[in-house]
């Protein structure tokens, strides 16, 4: 199966990624807009879902290269790799992305952050969106390191 990857720099064929640089990005990053969603994630998956993988220490891909030019635009200064997954004994599962947000919008359509209970509620669904067949915006977590093959864009 073919993933796709999204990263800022550019990176030769052979190159191999570790996993965990999301949260190692939002652990340094003061007043990251993600930290308090991830650790509810967290949470929330060490309580219910502890058999699937951690976002901490993870990676995402994609595994349809629409999607991940779909979401390119969230990111306009990465490039799009073809990768390979290497550690095939890791956990592997795919999410609906679409669910992970920070913000909700009162009636008249004002955005205001979530409290901690709508995030758990959200992080459950996000969870659970691994046994659903149709999801709207796929994303694969893995704890694998991946592989570099070669630069889509």
Not at 124 to 147: A, C, G, M
Request: hydrophobic share 35%; proline share 4%.
């Amino acid at each position: 199966m073919a993933y796709y990857w999204l990263c800022s720099y550019e990176l030769e064929s052979g190159a191999i990624v570790n996993p965990g640089n999301w949260y190692r990005i939002i652990e340094l990053t003061q007043g990251h807009g993600f930290g308090l969603l991830e650790e509810v994630y967290e949470t929330v998956r060490l309580e219910k879902y502890s058999h699937m993988p951690s976002r901490k220490k993870s990676i995402f891909v994609f595994n349809n290269l629409d999607k991940a030019k779909e979401f390119h635009p969230n990111r306009p200064f990465d490039l799009i790799y073809d990768v390979s997954i290497i550690d095939k004994e890791k956990l592997l599962y795919t999410f609906d992305m679409s669910i992970v947000q920070t913000t909700g919008f009162s009636a008249n359509g004002v955005a205001y952050p979530l409290s901690i209970n709508e995030l758990r509620e959200q992080a459950n669904r996000y969870w659970e969106s691994s046994s659903v067949d149709t999801q709207h915006f796929p994303e694969v977590l893995t704890e694998s390191k991946i592989k570099i093959n070669t630069l889509i864009t």
